[in-house]
């Protein structure tokens, strides 16, 4: 079983910047992908950036230019620097793991952190 404990978090007004850091248990170092999804109420979930084995990293384009992720693989580390922050960024945010390749699609991570939130205000 993966387990992940997500840090940071917090409120920010708009245009700040936040950290959240997410550390991982065992899982085989040569098959996984990580990823940060987020949650707001009345949204769906989103994949906002993940990382896979081979270092391939995908963004969701409302994040793109704004948040920047950071995977350390020995330690198992995965980090998320988002900058100028919007309020419509506010949500709970979960470090997740697959299998497999890079993928941003949330119903392919079988295991989840608890979640951190995130509030942005206008």
């Known amino acids: 079983r993966v387990t992940l404990a997500e840090s940071g978090g917090g409120s920010v007004p708009a245009g700040g910047s936040m950290e959240l850091s997410c550390k991982a248990s065992w899982y085989d170092n040569n098959n996984y992908c990580l990823g940060w999804i987020r949650q707001a109420p009345g949204k769906e979930r989103e994949v906002v950036a993940a990382v896979d084995n081979d270092g391939q990293i995908r963004y969701a384009d409302s994040v793109k230019e704004r948040f920047t992720l950071s995977h350390d693989k020995v330690e198992r580390t995965l980090s998320l620097q988002m900058s100028s922050l919007k309020p419509e960024d506010t949500a709970k945010y979960y470090c997740?793991?697959?299998?497999?390749?890079?993928?941003?699609?949330?119903?392919?991570?079988?295991?989840w952190g608890q979640g951190t939130q995130v509030t942005v205000s206008s």
């Open positions: 997740a793991h697959a299998m497999g390749p890079v993928t941003t699609r949330h119903v392919d991570y079988g295991y």
